[in-house]
């Protein structure tokens, strides 16, 4: 009798906990739908269609994306190859910063760790604006300009230099300033990976006959901290391919001079919020999220558990 009690109660328990588990997962379910996956599929249909906001949508199939990639000459001649060199530059670089800044924070004590850690964080948390606003002082084209007043009082220059107003500077000074605020998330994420690595792992590997710091950055310290790179990884990716904006935000302007500094994220604005083709917008989206997954996937590779 007692064993047969005992098979009535049990589904009921796991009926309970299963209920609990959904509890606490729900808020986030639910946010995921409204914020993500609602606004992605929301984005797909758009993109099948021609909707300038005043009138209602008008379907075209898939002549936007025809029109990406065959008659706007400025996406595939500037504005993908300005993308693809500001992913590639900033993406590891940033990437193996962060690393390498999580490593040396790991081997100091931990009161001067900590102090280093919100400095080094703290760019990150910048708003976009503000954070624009300090480097057009920095690079301000006129003789108050900080950077052109240390040249011009060290006879480098004759005259003041435009630099965020002319193509030739406009792409690099994106990524200074990007990589100057990219230690956010993924770089914390890599110090705490660092920081749990059981020590008794080192204290091994030297006994067996490793003999440099090297040595233990590569046998020990990166693989014991896959899941920590590969979050990293993922979110520098997406950083990086979100961080478009900052050149229209120091150039003042959008397009930037020449498409210099244009990416797709700033021609996703240029299209949506100032020409107001809101379909074209969404299938450059579209375009610039299968660019986002295969990067991703590039990064699971690399540092996802092998199977």
Same mark, same amino acid.
């Given at each position: 009798?007692?064993? =047969?009690?005992?098979?009535? $109660?049990?589904?009921? $328990? $796991?009926?309970?906990?299963?209920?609990?588990?959904?509890?606490?997962?729900?808020? =986030?379910?639910?946010?995921?739908?409204?914020?993500?996956?609602?606004?992605?599929?929301?984005?797909?249909?758009?993109?099948?269609?021609?909707?300038?906001?005043?009138?209602? %949508?008008? @379907?075209?199939?898939?002549?936007?994306? #025809?029109?990406?990639?065959?008659?706007?000459?400025?996406?595939?001649?500037?504005?993908?190859?300005?993308?693809?060199?500001?992913?590639?530059?900033? &993406?590891?670089?940033?990437?193996?910063?962060?690393?390498?800044?999580?490593?040396?924070?790991?081997?100091?004590?931990?009161?001067?760790?900590?102090?280093?850690?919100?400095?080094? =964080?703290? %760019?990150?948390?910048?708003? &976009?604006?503000?954070?624009?606003?300090?480097?057009?002082?920095?690079?301000?084209?006129?003789?108050?300009?900080?950077?052109?007043?240390?040249?011009?009082?060290?006879?480098?220059?004759?005259?003041?230099?435009? @630099?965020?107003?002319? %193509?030739?500077?406009?792409?690099?000074?994106?990524?200074?300033?990007?990589? @100057?605020?990219?230690?956010?998330?993924?770089?914390?994420?890599?110090?705490?990976?660092?920081?749990? #690595?059981?020590?008794?792992?080192?204290?091994?590997?030297?006994?067996?006959?490793?003999?440099?710091?090297?040595?233990?950055?590569?046998?020990?310290?990166?693989?014991?901290? $896959?899941?920590?790179?590969?979050?990293?990884?993922?979110?520098?990716?997406?950083?990086?391919?979100?961080?478009?904006?900052? &050149?229209?935000?120091?150039?003042?302007?959008?397009?930037?001079?020449?498409?210099?500094?244009?990416? #797709?994220?700033?021609?996703?604005?240029?299209?949506?919020?100032?020409?107001?083709?809101?379909? =074209?917008?969404?299938?450059?989206?579209?375009?610039?999220?299968?660019?986002?997954?295969?990067?991703?996937?590039?990064?699971?590779?690399?540092? &996802?558990?092998?199977?």
């Amino acid at each position: 009798m007692g064993r =047969y009690i005992m098979t009535i $109660k049990l589904p009921f $328990k $796991k009926y309970k906990d299963n209920r609990t588990g959904t509890l606490f997962v729900l808020p =986030y379910v639910l946010a995921f739908l409204v914020f993500i996956t609602i606004p992605v599929m929301m984005g797909m249909v758009l993109s099948l269609t021609y909707f300038n906001l005043l009138d209602v %949508p008008r @379907w075209v199939g898939l002549t936007n994306f #025809i029109t990406i990639f065959t008659a706007d000459s400025a996406f595939m001649q500037q504005i993908v190859p300005n993308t693809i060199t500001f992913a590639v530059v900033v &993406g590891p670089l940033g990437y193996l910063l962060g690393f390498f800044l999580a490593w040396l924070l790991a081997q100091i004590p931990h009161r001067l760790r900590t102090i280093l850690t919100l400095i080094i =964080y703290s %760019p990150s948390l910048t708003a &976009g604006v503000a954070m624009a606003v300090m480097w057009r002082i920095i690079f301000s084209g006129d003789e108050a300009g900080y950077l052109n007043a240390i040249l011009l009082s060290l006879n480098l220059i004759d005259s003041p230099i435009q @630099w965020l107003a002319n %193509p030739d500077y406009l792409m690099t000074i994106m990524i200074i300033v990007t990589l @100057w605020s990219s230690m956010g998330i993924g770089f914390l994420a890599m110090l705490a990976g660092v920081l749990n #690595i059981n020590p008794e792992l080192f204290e091994a590997a030297y006994v067996d006959g490793m003999t440099s710091k090297l040595q233990e950055i590569f046998y020990i310290t990166i693989p014991s901290m $896959k899941p920590q790179m590969l979050f990293g990884a993922v979110m520098s990716l997406v950083a990086t391919f979100n961080a478009g904006a900052i &050149g229209v935000l120091l150039s003042g302007q959008n397009p930037t001079p020449q498409n210099a500094g244009q990416l #797709i994220v700033t021609h996703i604005d240029d299209y949506g919020f100032i020409r107001f083709d809101m379909g =074209y917008a969404a299938a450059l989206s579209m375009v610039l999220l299968v660019m986002v997954y295969l990067f991703s996937k590039v990064a699971y590779k690399l540092f &996802g558990e092998k199977d």
